[in-house]
């Protein structure tokens, strides 16, 4: 997994069919995605419930990309060694979800995962300027975690902070959230390189018809793209 600025496209499979994972991972890998984001919820910290580390162990069988675990749990550092053994390459925990980023980062990379901090939209970039040197990732809502398919946050004046913050680096900046054809390239011109997309990739496609993930992950590359020639 060497380190580049190019724009990734890291669909979510919240916006996939439950009941068939394995075939929706495949279809959106055979399309073009560049990494799978797994959108991990614990009804306690978002109010709404996903999948743990068995079923996160099951999806890594499909993975052939890069599996981007988003944990949306308080607290994360009891369930780290469980992610890593489901197989994550990158784990990202929110700043919000403890008073122990730090620990929990350190904690992260201990395991041999790339380590990701994530950070609420009323979360200001400085949340995480003393733990750069420990971080692979950050993650920038651009809605309230727990749910796909809500509006877009402008968050590009964070997303400006951040990248200036970061200098040489090797950290992505990840955009979770609203993220569409419109929206992607306001935040790769503000400097992002991951785009997380649930259901504007998987919007008019399916299992059994998936060249519209395609189509739609094409669209967003291009426009995203497009601000950078
Ligand atoms: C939100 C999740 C996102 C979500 C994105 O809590 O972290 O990854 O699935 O979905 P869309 O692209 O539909 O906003
Ligand atoms: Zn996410």
Redesign the pocket.
């Known amino acids: 997994m060497g380190f580049n600025r190019k724009v990734k496209i890291a669909p ?1 499979i ?2 996939a069919d439950f009941a068939d994972f394995g075939r929706e991972i495949r279809a959106i890998e055979a399309q073009g995605a560049d990494w799978v ?1 797994v ?1 991990v919820m614990d009804g306690h910290f ?1 109010p709404n419930l996903t999948f743990g580390p068995p079923a996160v162990a099951a999806f890594r069988k499909h993975v052939t990309t890069v599996m981007d675990v ?1 944990l ?1 749990i308080a607290p994360v550092d009891p369930y780290i060694d469980a992610y890593a053994q489901a197989g994550a390459d990158i784990l990202t925990a929110h700043v919000e979800a403890g008073p122990h980023i730090h620990r929990t980062l350190q904690a992260i990379r201990a395991t041999g995962m790339k380590a990701g901090v994530a950070l609420n939209p009323g979360t200001p970039a400085e949340a995480v300027a003393h733990v750069l040197d420990l971080t692979d990732l950050i993650c920038v809502m651009t ?1 309230n ?6 509006s877009f946050i402008d968050m590009t004046t964070k997303v400006r902070t951040l990248r200036a913050m970061i200098g040489d680096r090797p950290i992505h900046i990840e955009i ?4 569409t054809p419109q929206t992607a390239p306001l935040v790769v011109q503000a400097g992002a390189d991951v785009l ?5 990739v998987f919007k008019g496609g399916s299992v059994d018809d998936p060249a519209p993930y395609g189509v739609n992950m094409r669209a967003i590359r291009t426009a995203a793209e497009g601000i950078l020639v």
Do not use: E, I, K, N
């Open positions: 979510s919240l916006s984001h959108d978002v988003h949306m809605v975690p727990g749910f796909g398919g809500q979770d959230g609203g993220v997380v997309a649930g259901s504007a």
